[in-house]
């Protein structure tokens, strides 16, 4: 999974901060010039992601959730999203068949995510997009605060 900005290193493979134009922060690199059609005054620095799992046989859950003025946290809705060429987004289907343990997961994740935002003054629904790779692994890799596909 990627998007716009982002530059995708096999394993192993090296990463030269002269030729990418890269800078380290910690453990983040961040692209050091602005890439093009960026809007005005938008941030020229981009985080530079792991890959998660096979690019070609992962699936990408979407979540919604709802943050209630009281602090409650609702798991809405659950689908997972049609991507072509594993990147670009072209829908949404049902999630029925993912494994029943990775929704529990998703929806423990909106819990967490939701009281953290309810803790930060936010009310209302949010979206969580997620990588799920063949070995298991889950990862938000979006959080959208606006209701969403599911």
Request: hydrophobic residues 40%; glycine residues 10%; proline residues 3%.
């Amino acid at each position: 999974m990627g998007g716009f900005g982002v530059r995708i290193w096999a394993a192993g493979e090296r990463i030269d901060a002269e030729d990418d134009h890269l800078a380290a922060e910690g453990d983040h690199w961040f692209t050091k010039a602005s890439a093009k059609g960026t809007w005005s005054g938008a941030p020229t620095a981009w985080i530079v992601q792991e890959v998660i799992g096979d690019q070609t046989a992962n699936r990408s859950p979407s979540s919604d959730h709802l943050v209630s003025h009281d602090g409650t946290v609702q798991f809405v809705g659950l689908a997972e999203q049609v991507l072509h060429r594993n990147v670009e987004y072209a829908g949404s289907r049902s999630a029925e068949t993912l494994p029943e343990a990775t929704v529990a997961q998703i929806a423990h994740i909106g819990h967490e995510v939701g009281t953290t935002l309810h803790d930060r003054g936010y009310r209302g629904l949010f979206n969580l997009d997620h990588v799920l790779a063949p070995d298991g692994r889950l990862a938000v890799v979006e959080i959208n605060v606006r209701q969403s596909a599911p």
